[in-house]
């Protein structure tokens, strides 16, 4: 996830519909109102231009002195992506300081082969902190694309400010990836966060574009993936898409996943979307695991190899400025809730349980731990799901706490409109934002994904009481989605038209809110120095359209040691080139 100058030992690899999405956003304005061919296929001008590496190449999870460098080879033209067919081969990394390889810092050797997708991911070590590296792969004489990428800064300096581009979301069936490619056209970034739904797990026609499901370009396979080769298959489309392709390697990816990376409101022992007829879940989970470690920049264990670990919560540094604690909260939460209110909010009493979490006991445990014992100024916490309460209306402990006890019909916050977020899991919640008020933790900024649109709200111990008698212990900030459908996709609405209704009415109920978009596709980026943290929201054009632009949306800020969010004036200058 060799000195400089010398040449590094070989790497080790292992050679051997969407109904919540929709439900919520449909439910919550009833309540409120009152074609990309795998490589077994034909190759394109730019796969050919790469031969053997037609899906192009990665890095992540940068470290001060390593970082995982990516690439999947086609040795064959019968070894095609899910496969399992063609040799077992070897390939040369090379890293370097300048794009024409002229001063070789770090290279070796990797061998794999079809048990692991002739995909290839190792820790290139031996560099040095907050710089930047070129690299590549070759193979039979010939070369891959040429990536870029940075390492982290020692964890001793004190940068003068780290910037990352936001992402999350993106269904290839509903849109173009737009957001990647204007992310990928800038040179002031530091790494990629991207907080879940790399892909999406539908067959053609299930959940794409709009109220009439408009398929923009077709999932393959075309069934749901439910397989190892299923899942393997997606990947490999959704790494030729060439926004994708040019992001990556443009910039290091820091990644966790969500929900579609495997299928729809996964949880521990199951999800909604795993249905009678598609064998075991454990075995399918094992399946969508396997392929993300073999497809993804992202240490999945204590090593690059495949399968020597699952757990992908954890700790990334750059220096003393910030942490970033990436989670996992699909792997060990609890059910949902099995209650569908109609049209909203959900009364279900079992969400307030304190035998039901979305971390798990394990995670929360190392959560809590890296808050507290972190000398680092910023607390950035990758966050795939919302954590800000979302009720109507949001009641005050005191009041909810003697009903609750006394007659165990109603949650204990308030009646939440997504049950699949942290408000379906208020003692997880409760206990996180309490361990930040009870040891004084400062500067926690949770960046979170999933919900399709944007919000920028305080987090209050108790919101039934916000802002005056329950002060804000932290900070969120959600990025909307690259493609997938929004609250105006789904009503066929004009947008900031229907939409405004429901942001006025969830603003008015919950006053920690302070900003809310449920129009818009785009992405986040997120600038920190030791003054502020500052989110700057960019919004993206049509997404049929191939070539649709980018602006500037809003800007939002928490000021060092405040925890609570306000408007900035504009979006932070763009720095020119490479750093």
């Known amino acids: 996830m060799t000195a400089p100058g010398t040449p590094a030992p070989a790497a080790d690899a292992a050679g051997t519909p969407d ?10 304005a009833v309540g409120a109102a009152g074609a990309v061919a795998v490589a077994a296929g034909p190759v394109g001008p730019a796969e050919a231009a790469s031969g053997y590496f037609r899906h192009g190449v990665a890095s992540g999870d940068p470290r001060p002195r390593r970082v995982i460098l990516w690439t999947r080879v086609t040795p064959t033209r019968a070894a095609t992506p899910g496969s399992g067919r063609g040799p077992r081969i070897q390939v040369r990394w090379q890293v370097a300081t300048d794009r024409a390889f002229r001063r070789i810092v770090a290279q070796g050797t990797v061998r794999t082969g079809p048990a692991r997708d002739h995909t290839v991911k190792l820790d290139a070590r031996g560099l040095r902190p907050d710089t930047a590296y070129f690299y590549r792969f070759s193979y039979r004489g010939r070369t891959s694309p040429v990536g870029r990428t940075r390492t982290a800064p020692a964890h001793g300096a004190l940068p003068k400010r780290v910037r990352f581009g936001v992402v999350s979301c993106a269904n290839l069936e509903a849109g173009y990836f737009h957001a990647y490619r204007h992310l990928a056209k800038r040179g002031d970034l530091d790494a990629i966060l991207h907080l879940g739904d790399y892909l999406y797990e539908n067959g053609v026609g299930e959940y794409a574009m709009g109220q009439r499901n408009v398929v923009v370009r077709p999932h393959r396979p075309r069934h749901e993936m439910v397989t190892l080769r299923d899942y393997r298959q997606r990947h490999a489309q959704y790494k030729q898409d060439p926004d994708l392709r040019a992001l990556h390697a443009r910039h290091p990816f820091i990644v966790t996943w969500d929900d579609h990376e495997l299928t729809n409101d996964t949880w521990a022992a199951g999800a ?6 598609e064998g075991r879940f454990r075995a399918r989970r094992a399946a969508a695991f396997r392929a993300y470690d073999e497809w993804m920049p992202v240490r999945m264990g204590p090593r690059t190899r495949v399968g020597d670990g699952y757990r992908l919560y954890r700790r990334l540094r750059y220096g003393r400025l910030l942490d970033i604690a990436m989670l996992d909260l699909r792997t060990y939460r609890s059910q949902q809730s099995r209650l569908t209110p109609t049209p909203i909010p959900n009364p279900d009493p079992i969400l307030s349980r304190p035998d039901r979490t979305i971390t798990g006991a ?8 890296v ?3 972190s000398r680092a100024q910023w607390k950035i916490v990758g966050n795939p799901v919302m954590i800000a309460p979302i009720l109507f209306p949001p009641l005050p402990n005191e009041i909810t706490g003697p009903v609750t006890d006394l007659i165990g019909l109603l949650p204990a916050d308030g009646l939440p409109y997504n049950a699949d977020q942290w408000d379906g899991y208020t003692a997880d919640r409760s206990e996180l934002l309490r361990h930040l008020a009870d040891h004084g933790i400062t500067d926690t900024v949770f960046v979170t994904g999933d919900i399709h649109s944007a919000w920028v709200s305080d987090l209050p ?11 804000s212990v932290a900070t969120e900030m959600v990025c909307t989605s690259v493609t997938s459908n929004n609250l105006k996709d789904i009503l066929g609405a004009p947008p900031r038209s229907a939409s405004l209704v429901v942001e006025a009415a969830i603003q008015t109920l919950n006053r920690h809110v302070r900003y809310l978009d449920f129009d818009s596709h785009g992405y986040g980026v997120l600038d920190i120095t030791p003054q502020r943290t500052q989110m700057d929201y960019f919004v993206t054009g049509a997404r049929q359209q191939r070539r649709a632009g980018s602006r500037w949306s ?5 000021l060092a040691g405040t925890q609570r969010v306000r408007a900035a004036s504009g979006p932070v200058p763009t720095r020119r080139g490479d750093r």
């Open 362 to 369: 394990a995670q929360m445990r190392w959560l809590k731990r």
């Open 554 to 558: 809003t800007s939002w800020q928490t």
């Open 272 to 277: 909604e979307n795993h249905n009678p007829g």
């Open 371 to 373: 808050l507290r014992r």
């Open 461 to 471: 111990v108790d919101a039934g009481t916000y802002p005056l008698r329950s002060r």
């Open 19 to 28: 109904p919540s999405r929709r439900t919520v956003l449909r439910t919550a």
